[in-house]
């Protein structure tokens, strides 16, 4: 609980101007994020009774936080800003989104648990689809980083290849889309090309590379 954690990202950020904060629709107490956050270099964590949120099964639905984020990101809103979002509706077991979101065309599979699944990710991807317009118009300059962190049940197995692990999205304003099929790229990552795309010269130690690099970030497809 005293790890002042020096090496992270959102410290760092911060120390150069950035308004830094995290959003996440369970308590923040879960995991002691609460308080670790805010050692991170966040100002500030709003958690699902920060928003004023209504719990819907699990915590908030990945939609009220979104619809929080966007008007947080209202005309006049503090630039430039990292906001790490953090998202619930697709996690295990799968249930929550069933009380808000159905997708149809996944009912009657015979097996309730893909079913759910693939139906919470259905939703997922329609919220960030939300998202991610609205940054872009709203905030045409901004980079999106969206990336799974953690495949740990059976389920996946059962759908997925997961030697080949979770796909890293990186979206910006740039034109070209590069694209890396064959390798791993990794949270890790993030970190380096983040100080690289705003320019930040910073001491910082890490095991990512930056994927702003053409040599690094692949191939134009």
């Known amino acids: 609980k005293s790890y002042d954690f020096p090496n992270a990202l959102p410290k760092v950020l911060a120390r150069a101007g950035y308004t830094a904060e995290a959003f996440h629709n369970n308590l ?21 009774i920060a928003m004023g949120l209504p ?12 619809a929080y984020v966007k008007r947080r990101l209202a005309p006049g ?5 990292f906001y790490y979002i ?5 996690h295990y077991p799968f249930k ?5 979101y159905r997708n149809p065309h ?19 991807d329609e919220v960030l689809k939300d998202l991610v317009l609205f940054v872009r118009e709203r905030v045409p300059n901004t980079f999106i980083f969206i990336y799974g962190d953690h495949i740990a049940h059976s389920l996946y197995g059962r759908l997925f290849d997961v030697d080949k692990g979770v796909p890293l999205f990186v979206i910006g304003p740039v034109e070209e889309i590069s694209r890396r099929p064959g390798e791993c790229f990794s949270l890790l990552d993030v970190h380096p090309t983040i100080l690289a795309v705003t320019g930040i010269s ?20």
């Open 77 to 81: 809103a503090p630039e430039p800003f």
């Open 106 to 124: 996944y009912d009657g599979m015979g097996d309730v648990l893909v079913e759910d699944y693939l139906n919470a990710m259905s939703y997922v």
């Open 202 to 221: 910073a001491r910082t130690r890490t095991r990512g590379r930056d994927l702003s690099r053409p040599a690094d970030f692949g191939q134009k497809s």
């Open 55 to 66: 719990s819907q099964g699990w915590g908030a639905s990945d939609g009220y936080v979104v």
């Open 28 to 48: 923040g107490s879960f995991y002691g994020r609460d308080s670790s956050f805010v050692r991170m270099g966040f100002q500030k964590f709003n958690d699902v």
């Open 96 to 100: 929550s989104a069933r009380g808000y």
């Open 86 to 90: 953090i998202t619930m509706s697709s």
